[in-house]
């Protein structure tokens, strides 16, 4: 699709007038403001009638309503279909959590230039952590969770993904040792990058996290096992997510002390109370009232997927009940009572409902601010912790998180005071993305680049069914063809019967629109008339050994932007007896190639 028309020309200069504004600086509102934008960039913020509006700007009165800096949503398993529902309610920005591996980084650039509309997208690209099930050692460099085998590997990875265009690292659990955490910390700091770590243990608790420089703690993750007075009695790990009975046990002595250590090394937290106490909120039978009606539009029902909408209404029906909410009840006290001396304390609590497919977007987050309003917080420490704390957590507090000269012009007009009531942030009247006012409905060919083809709703791996791949291979039953029918090196056969092919890696699995590339395929079981189809098309295919191959995208594959499947296809007929039918077609398991925006 074509961006709609929140990406059409506008006038040079923008004047928003007459609005009170809170500029997520946490200090006093302003009345009768104006914030002046060209292109986009705020140039000027002051009051009504002490700042010159240029002739031919276009004006939008803000009397009555309420100025503020566009919203974070600071923890985000972002999918595709989000954008729309997101920024149409002033939510201008996200923080992923590492899960669109390759697709991350140009996703985001396409955001920041143009190309798509959605909020702009800071990425940490993939997850590192000590479990990934499943794994074959064939997964590729980006994929959404790396394991690494040493301290040495741990610093390798971290570079492999700040190399690879990442705004920060995400540590995904607690169990790695804490050596690796100490060096995989350290080399993002070097490289000039913050890194978020989950500190659920046993490797590293919130303490340590602090003490070697962790940027934050999503979740508030290792806290509940940190406070709780006789902490042997549960099991360490992230596996173990009955937090409401640790908080329950919690030690005040221990949770001061803890609250002293993150404020000191200045470590945000991330609560996420939405996902992590479903619901335990007063607010929870109208929080899930609210949801059956976010979906109402009909241009908005012909792209989400059906699924998605209805895993995210089912959530709120996904809670605990009779005895076992009793009993943890007094641990969700003891939570809000924790992070409410954190933020007593001068710790700095970031806004997020941790949004992913099982959760609504949009009305995810302004109902975890109304929680955050339940456990004592005001309404302006609400707002500065979804706008410029956030930008904080990934250093772009110069540019974004408030409304000042020089920023970007990211900003929200609500139509009442949310300093009154923090639900006002959902009686959206005017977003600006970019400098641009954005159009506000929804579009039934809503898309972005990078998009799953066809009605996907989830990024797949680069290379798509590894496991299979592994199995594939143990199964080939020597029967005198050697290398020619898969094996390592040898000469490359053209048997009367073609083996299943299968592949395990390209590299490269990014490339460039428009610029000539070759890419090589390693995999088993290729032939002299091994043939790379990428978007349903035969490509000029070399096939250099029976594990690689190479093919040269032409001008027409390189067209398009975008994540396009790609399969290795071998000449008919297959051999039925070395299958026996199980093993495919002769076509392989699918492949994913993305071609980026040139810029």
């Known amino acids: 699709m074509s961006l709609v028309s929140a990406q059409a020309p506008q006038p ?37 009638g002490q700042l010159a509006i240029p002739a031919n700007a276009r004006v939008v009165n803000a009397a009555g309503k309420f100025v503020l800096p566009g919203l974070w949503e600071s923890q985000t398993a972002y999918s595709w279909y989000f954008g729309e529902a997101m920024l149409n309610h002033g ?22 230039h143009g190309k798509d509309l959605a909020p702009r997208a800071f990425t940490g690209i993939l997850r590192i952590g000590s479990v990934l099930n499943g794994e074959t050692g064939y997964e590729m460099p980006l994929n959404t969770i790396r394991r690494p085998k040493s301290l040495e590997d741990t610093r390798e990875v971290v570079r492999t993904v700040l190399n690879a265009g990442a705004d920060y690292v995400i540590f995904y659990d607690g169990a790695m040792p804490l050596d690796w955490y100490t060096a995989g910390v350290e080399e993002a700091h070097r490289l000039g990058k913050p890194a978020f770590v989950r500190a659920y243990g046993p490797g590293i608790f919130p303490a340590q996290a602090a003490d070697i420089g962790a940027m934050q703690l999503p979740h508030s993750a ?19 997510r009955n937090e409401l009975d640790k908080y329950a046990d919690m030690d005040d002595a221990k949770a001061a002390d803890l ?5 000191a090394h200045h470590v945000s937290l991330v609560p996420t109370f939405f996902i992590n106490y479903r619901g335990y909120p007063k607010d929870w039978a109208e929080f899930r009232a609210e949801a059956h009606a976010w979906y109402k539009d009909a241009n908005l029902q012909k792209y989400y997927p059906k699924l998605a909408m209805e895993e995210s209404l089912a959530a709120y029906d996904d809670v605990d009940t009779g005895a076992v909410k009793e009993r943890r009840l007094k641990g969700w006290e003891n939570v809000k009572r924790f992070h409410k001396m ?17 959760y609504v977007p949009g009305l995810q987050l302004f109902q975890e601010m109304r929680i955050m309003r339940e456990l004592g917080m005001t309404p302006m420490q609400i707002i500065v912790g979804s706008t410029r704390y956030a930008a904080q957590l990934v250093q772009k507090e110069d540019s974004l998180g408030t409304i000042e000269a020089g920023k970007t012009a990211d900003i929200l007009v609500v139509g009442a005071d949310p300093l009154e009531d923090i639900r006002n942030l959902m009686k959206t009247d005017t977003v600006v993305f970019d400098g641009k006012v954005i159009d506000r409905a929804y579009h039934a060919s809503y898309h972005t680049t990078f998009s799953p083809a066809g009605d996907g709703a989830a990024f797949t791996p680069a290379v798509e069914a590894l496991p299979w791949v592994v199995a594939l291979e143990k199964a080939r039953a020597p029967r005198g063809g050697g290398a ?3 094996g390592e090196g040898g000469a490359v056969l053209d048997p009367a019967a073609s083996p299943q092919p299968a592949i395990k890696s390209l590299a490269p699995f990014i490339v460039t629109q428009g610029a000539p590339a070759t890419v090589t395929v390693k995999g088993i079981n290729f032939v002299r008339r091994s043939m790379v189809h990428f978007k349903g098309r035969p490509m000029p295919t070399q096939v250099i050994s029976p594990n690689e191959l190479r093919f040269t995208l032409d001008a027409e594959a390189m067209k398009a932007a975008g994540r396009f499947d790609l399969v290795v296809m ?26 980026n925006y040139r810029y």
């Open 12 to 48: 040079a200069a923008l004047a928003i007038e007459g609005g009170t504004l809170i500029d997520g600086n946490g200090g006093a509102p302003v009345a009768d403001s104006v914030v002046l934008v060209q292109g986009n960039r705020i140039t000027a913020v002051g009051r009504k």
């Open 91 to 112: 939510i201008t920005s996200s923080i992923d959590v590492g899960t669109e591996a390759e697709v991350a980084v140009p996703h985001r650039d396409a955001v920041l």
């Open 222 to 240: 290792g806290i509940p096992l940190a406070v709780a007075k006789n902490p042997s009695q549960f099991r360490q790990g992230r596996d173990d």
């Open 259 to 263: 609250i002293a250590a993150l404020v």
């Open 342 to 358: 954190f933020v007593d304390a001068g710790g700095h609590l970031v806004v997020s409902g941790n949004l992913n497919d099982r």
């Open 484 to 486: 020619g029918e898969g």
């Open 570 to 595: 071998n000449p008919a007929p297959v051999d039925t007896f070395y299958s026996r039918g199980m093993w495919g077609n002769g076509t392989s398991n699918p492949a994913h190639l993305v071609v």
